[in-house]
């Protein structure tokens, strides 16, 4: 057998060897830290209609903990998809990346809830913001409804200004009357 290589013992003699995988430290250790987090999955099977937002703000939250780069997001995003979704990410992300080389998490939001929300969805959610008011709920449950539906805000709306000023007014008077007097600018 002179002149031949000797064959790679990890190799199927029908295959030629793999170049070994150059892999980002940083994403790795990104990855560890973010498993170790024990984020949500991500399943369009579940019944909950604004799991998709709940979804997103719970990894964002992680996300800022961790320090993500965009790219570092969309890979532990992706690793969260499971079901439908998974297969929606397998196929979508080819697509993305052609529109937008090195896509952003802010775009991959925007493709997600485009999947995730039907558009008739997202026009009855828009109107339930636009009247929502406090009514016989308490601050803590109307400030969650608020934030449940502020995704689905018109875009006019979406300015920390408009978003406290929105907020306000949906209270009770006399808790609203109170803010009115502090003149609030900010939602937070």
């Given amino acids: 057998m002179q002149g031949r290589a000797a064959p790679c013992p990890n190799c199927s ?15 790795l250790k990104v990855m560890e830290r973010f498993k170790k987090l024990q984020p949500f999955s991500f399943s369009k099977i579940d019944a ?3 799991q998709p937002e709940r979804w997103i703000n719970a990894m964002e939250r992680i996300f800022e903990v961790l320090e993500c ?3 570092q997001k969309l ?5 969260q998809l499971q079901d439908e979704a998974a297969a929606w990410w ?12 090195n896509p952003t998490w802010e775009q991959f939001k925007e493709v997600f809830f485009e999947n995730n929300f039907p558009e008739s969805f997202r026009d009855e ?24 539906l502020f995704h689905f805000a018109p875009e006019h709306m979406r300015s920390n ?14 808790i ?7 003149d609030i600018q900010s939602y937070a």
């Fill in 125 to 148: 959610k828009e109107a339930e913001f636009t009247v929502l008011t406090q009514g016989s709920k308490s601050v803590l449950d109307y400030q969650q409804q608020f934030e449940d």
């Fill in 13 to 27: 003699p029908n295959f030629p060897p793999m170049p070994p995988i150059a892999q980002d430290n940083s994403t």
């Fill in 90 to 101: 397998k196929s979508t992300k080819p697509n993305l990346e052609v529109t937008h080389p």
């Fill in 75 to 79: 890979i532990c995003a992706g690793f």
């Fill in 176 to 182: 609203s009357a109170m803010l009115a007097i502090l």
């Fill in 161 to 174: 200004a408009c978003k406290s000023k929105k907020f306000e007014k949906g209270l009770k008077p006399e």
């Fill in 69 to 71: 780069t965009d790219a």
């Fill in 48 to 50: 909950n209609p604004l």
